[in-house]
């Protein structure tokens, strides 16, 4: 990525979206899982596509194409053009009002073959490319999407979005997107209906917390080891069949059968606890993002769009994790994954309501996403497949550092693999990429791209 390339947008006016025909006027209430403080932000997410004069689409202006779709789309999401409101108890719910997603048009003096040949985070002029209007980016009261579609000069586009955590998840979000691409590709409705039903997820009428959820403990910060946002760097790693491979060698045989996510979680956590030297006696936690769809019975109905994952944590001290061999990490990540069951689901919601929706603890916490199966890449508004698409930047949240994305990723080479984007201070990046390409056989670099 041409992490230096620098280009002019010219943007228009923000404007508001409303659903092409009148839609319900109501308070939907969010899920207790939705509205806990951890998703309480924005979260951006970009999609780049390339001109291609073969497709049908090509003549079309794809911001008219795109803001009229977004306009029928919304008739069956209309919660999307409503605000959020709090009411008792913390309690989110959506006030369908009707009045629209933010929406922005541009044009930027800038190819799409100018960003090079590794399409992912960090990228250049991203505030840019995705405008943060004014008074546009609280949780309540707010719109709850911002779209920005940026015409490139070769014929290409950018289609940028921010949107409210707490109306979905990575999931739900690819479905609106699909939603959207299929309306402006000419369907008369989405494939895949919206489900609100947000109930499913609430607490039970009488909660008990009924399963360990070590991730919203209370952790003070004694020594200061919440990651400084000044010097920060940032910087992406590409995994390979090679990289992951070279990995899988490290742990017992017993173990080769595990993931790759499992894989490269365990790696990551060690390699980040090693970079930011904590006290050997601290303990460090790895929150896994658990996709809990399938975990119930019967599981959540096709359609559903609100956020169904947990934060499954594994816990270690510093020494531990750092002095024992991978295997030590990765049977540590694997059993927490197997943790989220309908019952954990049941009692996280329930947490939520005893507790106060508090946010997941982020004290010497590392948390990873895998989006490689959530379809970013595939969504189409009538010109292919998006050449990037998914998270625009990694380390996003309240506090940026805390998380990564494993993004699905093709490299110049054309092999396909992995891309991770890390956040991490100056001095702990140069620790972090040694620790890695130790682990890695060939003591081959790994990561592809940085932006201080």
């Known amino acids: 990525m041409a992490s230096s390339l620098t280009f002019k947008v010219t943007r228009q006016n923000p404007e508001l979206v409303r659903p092409a025909k009148p839609t319900p006027r109501e308070y939907k209430l969010l899920s207790d899982i939705d509205d806990q403080e951890g998703l309480r932000f924005q979260i951006p997410v970009i999609q780049f596509y390339r001109h291609d004069p073969s497709l049908m ?5 794809p911001v008219n194409v795109i803001r009229e779709a977004l306009a029928k789309t919304l008739v069956f999401y209309y919660p999307f053009a409503g605000r959020l409101r709090e009411g008792s108890g913390r309690k989110l719910m959506v006030d369908c009002t009707g009045e629209g997603v933010m929406f922005i048009e541009a044009d930027a003096e800038v190819s799409l073959r100018e960003f090079g040949d590794a399409l992912q985070p960090p990228f250049p002029c991203l505030e840019e490319l995705l405008y943060d209007v004014p008074g546009s980016s609280g949780v309540l009261n707010c719109p709850l999407l911002l779209i920005q579609v940026t015409r490139l000069k070769c014929g290409g586009f950018i289609f940028a979005l921010r949107l409210n955590h707490t109306m979905c998840d990575a999931a739900g979000l690819v479905q609106f997107m699909d939603a959207v691409g299929e309306i402006a590709r000419g ?19 009488l909660p008990h917390i009924s399963c360990k959820h070590h991730e919203y403990e209370q952790v003070p910060d004694t020594k200061g080891t919440i990651i400084p946002l000044d010097d920060m760097v940032h910087k992406s790693f590409f995994f390979g069949s090679k990289e992951v491979n070279s990995l ?61 994952f947990a934060f499954p944590v594994a816990i270690s001290t510093a020494e531990n994790l750092c002095k024992n061999p991978l295997g030590y990490a990765l049977e540590l990540v694997t059993k927490t994954k197997s943790d989220v069951t309908m019952e954990y689901m049941k009692s ?12 997941f603890t982020v004290v010497r916490s590392y948390l990873v996403s895998d989006v490689t199966r959530a379809g970013f890449g595939e969504v189409d508004f009538g010109w292919g497949k998006a050449a990037y698409g998914g998270p625009a930047k990694g380390g996003v949240g309240a506090i940026p550092g805390v998380a990564s994305f494993y993004i699905p990723f093709r490299n110049k080479k054309g092999e396909n693999g992995i891309v991770v984007p890390i956040c991490l201070p100056a001095l702990a990046m140069e620790r972090f990429v040694e620790e890695l390409e130790s682990m890695i056989n060939d003591h081959t670099p790994v990561f592809i791209t940085s932006a201080l």
């Open 57 to 61: 689409a090509a003549g079309k202006d």
């Open 248 to 308: 899988r060698k490290l742990v017992p045989p017993e173990l080769h059968n595990c993931s790759t996510f499992e894989l490269l979680t365990a790696c990551l956590w060690r390699c980040r606890t090693i970079a930011i030297s904590p006290d050997p006696e601290e303990e460090m936690r790895i929150l896994c993002i658990v996709n809990a769809r399938n975990r119930f019975n019967p599981p959540l109905p096709v359609g559903y769009y609100g956020n169904a």
């Open 348 to 359: 996280l919601a329930d947490l939520m309501v005893i507790r106060g929706r508090p946010h």
């Open 187 to 205: 369907a008369p409705a989405p494939s895949v209906l919206p489900v609100w039903q947000r109930e499913l997820l609430n607490a039970r009428q």
